[in-house]
């Protein structure tokens, strides 16, 4: 049986509409506990199909970026792609609010939201 925090995990994605990842990159590749929480998706029916939208915090870590779209591709998300940006925001120092409403972020993360709302209308097939 799985740990109780797996399924809390299991029912918060098994209860959204879609699930957002953000990933920074460490060593060319996706984060240790990134991988660990999407192991525990692989076989989890419910995951199957899910829209995703994949934000990655820095415009360099494009290693992981694809590392991570090519995993969720193998467990069948849906990426939406409106919604899947490299955000260039490693050195902002502003709060979530600040960013939504600085003129470098604002129009990447408008666009993510609604691809978001659309209903991701632009996922990729697996």
Request: glycine content about 6%.
């Amino acid at each position: 049986m799985a740990p109780h925090s797996v399924l809390n995990f299991w029912e918060a994605i098994d209860a959204c509409d879609v699930v957002v990842v953000a990933s920074p990159e460490y060593a060319h590749g996706v984060t240790g506990t990134i991988k660990n929480a999407l192991d525990w998706l692989v076989g989890h029916a419910p995951f199957a199909h899910k829209p995703v939208a994949v934000f990655n915090p820095s415009h360099r870590a494009e290693h992981a970026d694809l590392s991570l779209k090519e995993i969720l591709r193998i467990m069948d998300a849906r990426l939406i792609v409106g919604a899947c940006l490299r955000i260039p925001a490693t050195r902002f120092e502003g709060t979530g609010q600040e960013m939504s409403e600085h003129p470098d972020y604002a129009p990447l993360i408008r666009q993510a939201q609604e691809a978001i709302e659309s209903g991701g209308d632009d996922k990729e097939n697996p």
